[in-house]
């Protein structure tokens, strides 16, 4: 079996030989990214870094799904006016819709439109 990036660090910092020709900073380096590779695997890291340099990647607060859930409970008994003018003129309820939005997915909650439904219920008709 292949060593892990994380095992070859740990390989090179457990040798003697091998530390005995590192510099303090060499040292200090590897330290960083054994730490580093401690948190999750190198080709995780990368796809990460990639993420941010896109600024797809976001860093939410300390927060747990159980809050998520909460939070988009709290929303989805919340009426403010009618929710199909927000989605028809993109100006009622915007703000309130989008996070809605965001808290399904982000919770994997993957529900249809009313668009979908309305099809649906045609089909079902005829």
Not at 24 to 45: F, H, N, W
């Amino acid at each position: 079996m292949e060593l892990t990036h994380l095992e070859y660090l740990e390989e090179i910092l457990n040798s003697k030989d091998a530390c005995d020709h590192l510099t303090g900073y060499q040292k200090m380096v590897i330290d960083a990214l054994t730490e580093l590779l401690s948190y999750c695997p190198y080709e995780r890291l990368c796809e990460l870094a990639q993420a941010d340099r896109e600024g797809r990647c976001v860093v939410l607060e300390d927060i747990t799904v159980s809050d998520l859930q909460q939070m988009l409970s709290i929303l989805d008994s919340t009426c403010y006016g009618d929710g199909t003018e927000t989605y028809t003129t993109g100006y009622r309820n915007g703000h309130r819709n989008g996070r809605i939005e965001i808290l399904r997915h982000v919770l994997g909650i993957h529900e249809g439109t009313s668009e979908d439904t309305e099809a649906a219920l045609r089909r079902e008709q005829e």
